[in-house]
């Protein structure tokens, strides 16, 4: 049985990956593309790389016909994506690559995001999609709340050990480094090539970065009481990749038992041997994920190394996993592609 | 039915995209990858982004059991090859990667790579691989000698034009881009990042690249008569891509219809609106091939624009088009996978 | 003596280039600074690498005491620098970075650049800022038109060979690959990290790029009868950097001999051995110039490859090489910093 | 007075740095290169950017004249260094940047770089040569031995707040982000551009890197007891540029009063606003070091980020600002040019 598939928001990037991941899906069909600036024009004019395919034109979501539609992706700016869903069907089942539906808490979001939440019916009803901790919930699903990719990397090296109490809660540092697609397709200064180029910087520095919300959400959630972490991301010269460095206070054995048996089954999880360390061009175009731990010359203290490609395993690979799970089918289905390397 | 398959220099570049395809492909199974110097070694420590795959170990090619192999890649580098492929059983598919069985004529092989022929009875044998152009012989034979990367894009530029008598012979230059993959995994100064990124030189220039030999042999071949194009290649710091500018003299719109005719029904090539000029963004990772011609200001003469990724298109997609010719499979097998971007 | 300077246009690349430039100037002292949207801030906030420096804070060009000011670096963009440029006071020294004052025939500029020429008189005054070409007038100008960085780079390959008439006229191809800082600051997704590393594309393909009318003109002058070259630009991730590739007709010794004498004692334009060719990292940021010359297989052709730095010697640095000789300086004064390598 | 300097390993990049710098300096004369496989070529040849300079031929240590050199800079690798320096006249300033001299305890050299020392009477007299710290001792020393990049790099940001007692010493995280020119020119695959654009991984991860040896005999030296930190390196797709991101406890604004007090009349130290984060594309090229300060959302915890050009701050332009000193000269002779940006 082939699902047929909307994608609304399909000129930005993870829109893009969306219908790229989805062309080499066994049984999915694209039935509705849609752009609000773009609407009238084909995909191969917004993105040339997607030319050989035959792709519904780009259209409004006004033009959309919904009840022919199984599953709809939504790669909207938050706010706006609450605001297009609550006049969605209420019985079309939904993947939000959004951060509208990611915190439970209206005043968290408030305060990470600015402004009311406006949807809030919808949000008691969203789960949250980190696939390999929600799978049960997101199977059931109607609407499921993607990850932020910098969020899903943090969550990835800590989760285990938050849970199994293997470090110290009040001691948590999430270095990241990430490449440049995670800002998207936008119009800025910094994110031209000549000035992102040849160089690294941090930014978001001092706990401010909106990713927090969901550190914040989880891993209280996890260890049933506040947990406040350290993040700074920093953007180098890359389209593609995150890479999560994690600094915790505990022994470095634990820590990785911990992942290890978290991830022992997950078929995108991959342990490195204990010691080794990952790189975000092992990953590149995959929606695998490589952990790897170490310790460090000083007892007690262990780094945690996570690796993934933030448009696949961080948004839209994460999302098409969810809607695949939503949809009945092989979790793995349109997934199992190695990267690109070099 | 999955077909047996063997590879042969896996510790390069193109032998690891080889097993990145593969891996996707509905009826192929890798039972022997081989390395010298690496042997003993894993895929995952070679080649860490493979680390999710159950790959063989990589052995010495004595070590391989041929007789359980279907279709064997050869991987290796020039001369090596040869003297590999002699030695192999005489009933063992094989697709060669390297440049040893593309030139017909052994005094051109000597000119172009130094060194006598040493299987002249295997050259007699072998079929040339450009696939759309050879299709026929390709499904028939036994050994099929894979193109140069720059000498196919030349080509896809170049053969119909010729072929359709559309252009001057005795005045084509065929400028090109390449990104740096296609040099291989070698340790050159010239090809470390801090001497590549940031810049871009011409190399071989002045008609002394070895895919002039390619050129030759079948733009003669094809006009009846002496064909010798300019050639100049640059390196530029990208990873994949080819960006072939071809200046020719003839009517443009002659040019585009020719070319548009050559490829209309062709699965990976892509040809696009006259005056549109294609990116090797667009096909990065990707078998496809774009295609596109742009009139100059001056009458009388066009420039024909061919992008593909080197090492899909322009090796290993080719050299895995070709295997599904030889095993009955179909030709797009495995290979329709979009392109990564960005 | 100190010459005080005024650069109009500051927040752009080519004027926080002259800013870098100046900052070394034994006799410059920068006196003014000036930015439409960005009035008001300081350089430190525009450009954080200019952070060390003391420097006056960007203003309109309203606010600016042009009594003070010895000479006037205008960047600003084109159209928009002839209504300045008419409104300055008629007794200082200019040289102007936009394509304003490059071409003679008004016709031609509203060919190329579209509306009607609206300084004429400051036309007919105006000098072409080739310096090693036009450097006696030059010395007595008050009005220098900066070439385009193209423009400059087309022509350091080809004016010796059209005056010694070494090559055939109507047979030239200028195929060049540039760096993206000659784009400018421009928010264009084209010019995103995420779109533009990694790739290679061609753009004004086929006679449309705005630098032919410099060549059309510069060419036939020097020609005393029409010259039309082929001219096709291709964009790189490189930040600097212009290797321009020039097809000609010709005996290569003859091509050597030719631009070898006319650069002998040019202090930036250094000649490479016969054979050799050059590559734009090794001329970045600096205001050098390196020419190669080989022939190719098929005789009676010749391939000139230039390569400079399309902020430095392609415009800022041919600015102040110009501004040098307009105030009685040393024409290399601040322009002999080797360049950056890697 | 122009000073006679030679240059010992001038085939590396650091070497060819100190070119790059000394060119401009307005009383330095190279008068002897050195390069053991490569003696007998010109620069021009090893390095073509330096091809406008007129320069002395690559030699062997042996054919140098020592007794006509003023100061002698040793870019060998560390071993090489300590048996070249202690055949060299006893009298013969030098600035070392190897690691031969940095450490003062002879099992700390063992423990980090292997093997023993063999010229411990130099050890005694040479001076750590990080500028800001050591300028009294520099100004008389015969022998400087430059630091490490990144060791640099972490002191910049930590030095004065471990002075000042205003951090926590046993939670001290040094994390690093490092352009790959600090690796050398040295023929890896990890450093071929195919492998190293587009991606980071950390390395050296867990305590291992040899540049803890400096942190912790500078550090301990400060606070008067044993300080260890946790440090960990990445390797980014730039060819220049260090970004430490150093996580510290202690009041966010007592660690910004302790570095701008430290660094208020330094000539290369630049202190950001308090907030403001600093990026390597702002110091490109130059001897400058950017420091900027935040606190975090974690109350007594503060980030310190510096950024420096490790070829230039980090190695070479330090060992010219000792080379100043040593010499009587302007501390900044000849390293006041702007950064390099775009």
Redesign the interface.
Known sequence: MTHKIAILGASG?TG?EL??LI??HPNMEIKALTASRKAGQSMAQV???????DLPELVTIEEVDFSEIDLCFCALPHATSQAVIRELPKDLKIVDLSADFRLRDPAEYTKWYGGVHDALELQAEAVYGLTEFYRDDIRGARLVAGTGCNAATGQYALRPLIADRVIALD?I?I?L?T???GAG?S???N?????????????A????HRH?GEFDQEFSAIAGEPV?V?F?P?L??????I?G?V?VKGSPEAVYKSLAQAYENEPFM?M?PF?E??????????N?C?VGV?????EG?A?V?V?LDNLTKGSSGQALQNANLMLGEDETAGL???????
């Open positions: 990037y893009a219908v790229r062309a080499s993105f040339p790389f997607l030319r050989h395919l001691d540092i270095n480094i490449g440049v697609s397709r119009l800025k200064e994110l031209l090539h000549a000035e992102l180029s040849e160089g690294a910087h941090g930014y520095v001092g706990g401010t927090l406040r350290q700074t920093h180098i010269p890359a389209n593609r990749g890479l460095t600094y991959i490195l010691g360390t990952p790189s975000t061009r092992h990953v590149r175009g995959s695998f490589h170490t310790g460090d010359r000083i203290r780094i190394m690796a199992m592609m190695a990267p690109v390397f070099p």
